[in-house]
């Protein structure tokens, strides 16, 4: 298996896919900080929907909110689905039911957009515990990455 393998692979492998995530997390949460200065407009929720989905046929069911909005800037319609920067975590139909509530189909909505590039919104702005949990999960598998693929040559 590649990750337990004592070759090179395996920690160059860790080093470059927790860099990459790290990065691509360093980005959201940036985008989060930046969000709560946005500019804020009034929106419309055009679909909103609990989702249910499983890893594999035996585990237990997973939920999440699929919120889709639209929006309007200097005349140009925009659509997204972003609730918040770094996701939001459900731990149940009952958490992901209620998100899918306070957004329903239909409802006007405030949408945070961002002033250099309108088709960027979101309409919970700020930092979420997932984003920056994935922030930190990310940074220690690319240095453990590191660490293992210098140990491996040393």
Known sequence: MLLVSS???SP?????????GFLYSWREVRRAAASVGWPQIQGQVVTSKVREYRANPDSKSEYSARIRYRYQVRGIEHESDRIAFGGIAFFGQAAASAKAQEYSEGAAVTVYVSPQNPALSVLEPGQTWTGLLTLVATAVAAVVGVIWFVQVFS
Do not use: D, P, R
């Open 12 to 20: 160059a492998f860790l080093a470059v896919l927790g860099g990459g």
């Open 7 to 9: 070759g090179i692979a």
